[in-house]
């Protein structure tokens, strides 16, 4: 399997957390935006920011809460025409370098809460860039429209024929 270098890749290492805990304001830079646009298929990403808060729960554990911006130019699934958006979103993960195996199913855990993602630590290193990478991800539409588009079948009433009545006559042959 091929490694992936992040894009926007700003490592925090969990150790040097303080009790207070640390507030990381990301910003990426032209290269790293148009790096990210074409790792997810998009004409651009004309911005993407964030603001990153890591905190101590306890020895083996890290929260870390985020919110972030992003301007992004998509192709209209209507018009085929790009189109400039704002995606915004929140998330929050903890961070665990306990085995997975060590936590019960069942076990309550009042360290988590309800909207919290877990994730395993391999080390001792949290990527906060590609964290935020990853949600922005998830938080595009994946079928995206410009806000005026609105699809148009075309009908025709005389015969009671449309686009896909073409369709219709390959299924019989």
Request: aromatic share 8%.
């Amino acid at each position: 399997m091929k490694d992936i270098v992040p894009e926007f890749s700003y490592s925090v290492d969990i150790n040097r957390i303080p009790a207070s805990g640390v507030v990381l304001n990301l910003q990426a830079d032209k290269k790293q935006c148009s790096a990210l646009a074409k790792r997810f298929g998009l004409e651009a990403i004309h911005a993407l920011s964030a603001e990153v808060t890591f905190k101590r729960i306890n020895k083996k554990r890290v929260r870390t809460e985020a919110h972030f911006k992003a301007q992004v130019e998509q192709i209209c699934v209507i018009t085929l025409e790009p189109f400039v958006q704002q995606v915004e979103d929140s998330f929050s993960v903890v961070f665990s370098q306990e085995k997975e195996t060590s936590l019960r199913l069942n076990e309550v855990d009042l360290d988590m809460n309800e909207e919290d993602d877990l994730e395993f630590l391999q080390g001792d290193k949290i990527d906060a860039g590609e964290l935020v990478a990853e949600y922005l991800s998830l938080a595009l539409d994946p079928f995206p429209h410009a806000p005026n588009a609105e699809f148009q079948a075309e009908f025709d009433s005389g015969t009671g024929k449309n686009a896909f009545s073409v369709l219709e006559k390959l299924k019989f042959e």
